[in-house]
């Protein structure tokens, strides 16, 4: 499957611009590159083509092909590329292009990537950033769709990221590429036609810090992803039935923001922890773990609740596709149980 | 522009006696460390290269000193070879703070990053696609600096190595990519592992050239190292070189030699690089006699058990500071006056 995009960003007042998810990633790589011209942004079908997913555009054209670099069908070899280009010299952006094909790059994530800079004693960093497309809802079944964020999380040496909004891809892909430690950003392919009001210049979005774009006092939902819009639009019809909720978004699963999570937990006193990723060793369970080993514990009206994807590849049909993650029509009847408890 | 041809190592006085130096200096660190860990005075595990000190002295001999190496598993003759110090090195394999590693890696990952040597390597191959990567990074920069990827025969049938070997030749990189054959991976015997004769023709594939050598005799490494960086340095990309050699020892430290026989481990010590090449200096080096090679010999003597002395006596990796921050990278420095870019290389 392939979404292309038309490569303009959307009109608009300056003060009230949009771009897409995928335009506002695109002017990341732009200007990033324009500013240093160690960055570089490799992978595979990014040059002409303009990235499977549209996402690099008309970069080729504005930065040629020795900085908008063509890979091979070989993601071992240029993942692990880019990180003794990193670890030599250069800022390399790599873009795999479905997440679940990191599987193929493993060894050099996992075992390389996280480990240098730790076992090397600090003689070297690996700054380089790892794009990938992840989550289902296009129909592409068990291999090309799946929400791989845990496996990262949980490596040490590795920081993960996943934007739930235009602004959020702009600004977290100019963090993450500042970073001098390799970080892999989790971008979801459903919203790369999602429109969002962006800044024009170059503004970083920490890493390590949560977003909180609701509040409200009966209870919170932690979500990342995709499942951050489902959500905010769950909790809007739960105030037309009475119930308030917060949102926050946990937007950089590594480093993990745990101070505003259980701020918000203890305001409301209520957890609803929402992925689109399998129930089982998911991050969501860290997060839980987190809110029940801390003081927040006691100011819990009700147990912790946890809305996952279910546990099982994900299906080609679309009703068994929707099935099996996380609808706004769950989230709210999710809601609205926790919300009666306690 | 190729660099004009070297004369052998064993050509003069002064560099001859700089090589056997090396070799001895391999060969004596790795037989210390093999005797600490007999002792009981080194944990973790041990790949020794000894009987393998050609390659990584006739490598690295051709190299510049601001070039780059990746390593293997069995890599301090690399380390030694491009120059590192033998206390930190020491110091790391004994757990020492004072470790190039600070005691987080060991042998399995000793680097020097100061004198390019991007690190050793714990995953058969996993250098490879480094030492690619730090290469494009050379050519895009203009550096005019070269990467060696060190790695051994069984690397040559991991995914990782043919990967890398296509993105080599595709961008023309100025790496050379140093196969040291010594025909077992593990116990694995490269007539069982692989279809093909030699190491060197898999290079074929990818439209570069491929050289096979003597790895025992060390002005041969030398000679077709120096080919081949040349070759890279001048933008006309990658070489495989085959070093065929030996270990004497095991794999590793819980190797019990079953798949190998006792004559076929005293065949290849007869062609031991080391004193070969000191009978070479003595026979045929220009003002080189025995009393020369036995002074190096006794260098090295007194510099190992230095080594090991001073870092037995340095202290321990502390589990108080694991979690504290380790010092700034040395590969990647921030280029520009940009005090945002600065600002992040802590």
């Not at chain 1, 070899?77 to 493993?106: H, K």
């Not at chain 1, 892999?184 to 774009?213: I, M, T, W």
């Amino acid at each position: 499957m392939t979404a292309v995009l038309d490569g303009t960003a959307a009109a608009g007042a300056a003060d009230a611009r949009t771009l897409t998810y995928a335009e506002a990633v695109r002017e990341a790589l732009g200007q990033a590159m324009a500013e240093d011209e160690r960055v570089l942004l490799m992978g595979e079908d990014v040059g002409v083509y303009g990235g499977a997913f549209g996402v690099s555009g008309d970069l080729f054209h504005r930065f040629g092909p020795e900085r908008v670099v063509d890979t091979p069908i070989s993601e071992l070899g240029f993942v692990g590329a880019g990180v003794g280009a990193a670890m030599a010299g250069l800022r390399p952006v790599v873009e795999i292009q479905f997440s679940d094909f990191t599987c193929q790059a493993m060894d050099q994530i996992v075992n390389q990537a996280a480990k240098i800079h730790f076992m090397l004693g600090g003689a070297a960093h690996v700054p380089m950033v790892l794009r990938a497309p992840g989550g289902s809802g296009t129909g592409a079944a068990g291999q090309h769709s799946q929400s791989l964020e845990a496996w990262f999380a949980h490596t040490p040496g590795l920081k993960v990221v996943m934007p739930a909004t235009a602004a959020d891809a702009k600004g977290l892909l100019l963090s993450a590429i500042d970073d001098p430690d390799p970080v892999v950003v989790l971008e979801h392919k459903l919203l790369y036609k999602a429109s969002g009001p962006v800044p024009e210049e170059a503004v970083r979005v920490p890493l390590g810090v949560a977003a909180v774009p609701r509040r409200g006092g009966d209870l919170t939902m932690v979500a990342t992803g995709v499942m951050v819009g489902r959500c905010l639009e769950a909790a809007e019809r739960l105030a037309g039935e009475g119930v308030s909720a917060s949102v926050v978004d946990v937007r950089t699963l590594s480093p993990f923001d745990a101070p505003t999570v259980l701020r918000e937990v203890e305001a409301t006193g209520r957890a609803l922890l929402v992925q689109e990723a399998p129930r089982h060793v998911g991050f969501m369970a860290e997060v839980a773990a987190r809110i029940v080993e801390s003081d927040a514990v006691y100011r819990l009206r009700a147990p912790v609740a946890r809305l996952c994807g279910l546990d099982t590849p994900i299906p080609y049909a679309p009703q068994l596709e929707r099935a099996v993650v996380p609808q706004v029509d769950d989230v709210v009847a999710a809601a609205v149980r926790l919300a009666g408890v306690g | 522009m190729p660099e004009p041809p070297r004369p052998p190592l064993s050509g003069d006085r002064a560099t001859g006696l700089a090589t056997l130096r090396t070799l001895w200096t391999v060969r004596r660190f790795e037989e210390a460390v093999d005797d600490l860990f007999a002792r009981g005075m080194m944990h973790g595990t041990m790949h020794l290269s000894i009987g393998q000190e050609a390659s990584a002295t006739g490598v690295c001999s051709a190299l510049r000193e601001d070039d780059l190496i990746a390593s293997t598993h069995r890599g301090h003759g690399h380390c030694i070879a491009k120059g590192a110090e033998l206390v930190p090195m020491m110091a790391e394999l004994l757990a020492k703070d004072t470790g190039y590693c600070r005691g987080r890696g060991g042998s399995m990952h000793i680097a020097d990053a100061a004198r390019g040597n991007l690190g050793a390597n714990g995953i058969v191959g996993g250098g490879v696609p480094i030492a690619v990567g730090a290469a494009l990074a050379q050519q895009r920069l203009r550096t005019g600096r070269v990467a060696v990827s060190f790695f051994g025969d069984g690397a040559t049938n991991e995914g990782a190595f043919h990967e890398a070997a296509n993105l080599a030749a595709i961008w023309k990189l100025p790496v050379v990519l140093v196969c040291e054959n010594n025909k077992y991976g593990m116990s694995f015997s490269t007539e069982r592992s692989m279809a093909v004769a030699t190491i060197a023709e898999r290079a074929a594939a990818y439209g570069f050239p491929g050289v096979r050598v003597d790895g025992n005799d060390v002005d041969a490494v030398h000679a077709a190292a120096t080919e081949a960086v040349a070759r890279a340095r001048a933008g006309e990309g990658p070489t495989l070189l085959e070093c065929v050699t030996y270990r004497w020892k095991g794999h590793s430290k819980s190797d019990k030699n079953l798949y190998r026989t006792r004559e076929e481990i005293e065949e290849w010590r007869a062609l031991d690089p080391v004193t070969r090449f000191e009978r070479r200096l003595v026979e045929a080096c220009p003002g080189v006699g025995e009393e020369d090679v036995a002074a190096v010999r006794d260098a090295v003597r007194d510099a190992v058990r230095d080594a090991v002395r001073q870092a037995m006596a340095a202290p321990d990796a502390d589990p108080a500071d694991l979690l504290g921050d380790l010092p700034a990278a040395v590969f990647w420095q921030p280029v520009g006056t940009d005090a945002r870019r600065e600002g992040v290389a802590r």
